[in-house]
T-cell receptor, first 114, second 112 residues
């Protein structure tokens, strides 16, 4: 089975702190994604990566950056956390070849910024 | 660009009743369509997907969905609701090589 692991399930940070959300997948998938989930807004795409050292902006990249130094790891970085970044963050991956677009998700990281 | 509209942010059904969650999509070319389920404090789990084979797709836990091109719809159904079906459900669309675009979700409540 595909496993996508998000290192922190729950985090509490203060305004202005730098925050790292880590995601690791064990199925050699080329594509990785970060979504943000908020009540009533569904899932919104922050950043994605089609391969190592590649990154593309999604629909709401402002205030975020990403790093993909290794194929299995995709990190989301909040340079200076703000209260409006309090949310559930979901990481996902999928293969490139033969892909129908189906994503495999991690359990999510719930971030609270005080 | 693709988009998804889920009608009804909250649906409530009695246990044993029909579940119907509505999803309409917009896409310039034939898309791939998905339904995901999310239980509290968990990630998303794939229920079923349409990949241009059969238009009636069967998924896990007794759910199924029918792709209707003429109506640009992909509604999710289950004949008899169970308490364990209470969760949030997301419809999503993709062209295969593009990121998934999700609807805003429908919360399903099941009343005993």
């Amino acid at each position: 089975d595909v496993k996508v692991t998000q290192s922190s399930r729950y985090l509490v940070k203060r305004t202005g702190e730098k925050v790292f959300l880590e995601c690791v997948q064990d199925m050699d998938h080329e594509n990785m994604f970060w979504y943000r989930q908020d009540p009533g807004l569904g899932l919104r795409l922050i950043y994605f990566s089609y391969d190592v050292k590649m990154k593309e902006k999604g629909d709401i990249p402002e205030g975020y950056s990403v790093s993909r130094e290794k194929k299995e790891r995709f990190s989301l970085i909040l340079e200076s956390a703000s209260t409006n970044q309090t949310s559930m963050y979901l990481c996902a991956s999928r293969p490139t070849s033969g892909s129908t677009g189906e994503l495999f998700f991690g359990e999510g990281s719930r971030l609270t910024v005080l | 660009a693709q988009s998804v509209t889920q009608l009804g942010s909250h649906v409530s059904v009695s246990e044993g009743a029909l579940v119907l969650l509505r999803c309409n999509y917009s896409s310039s070319v034939p898309p791939y369509l998905f339904w995901y389920v999310q239980y509290p404090n968990q990630g998303l789990q794939l229920l079923l997907k349409y990949t241009s084979a059969a238009t009636l797709v069967k998924g896990i836990n007794g759910f199924e969905a029918e792709f209707k091109k003429s109506e640009t719809s992909f509604h999710l159904t289950k004949p008899s609701a169970h308490m364990s079906d209470a969760a949030e459900y997301f419809c999503a669309v993709s062209l295969g090589n593009t990121p998934l675009v999700f609807g805003k979700g429908t919360r399903l409540s099941v009343i005993a």
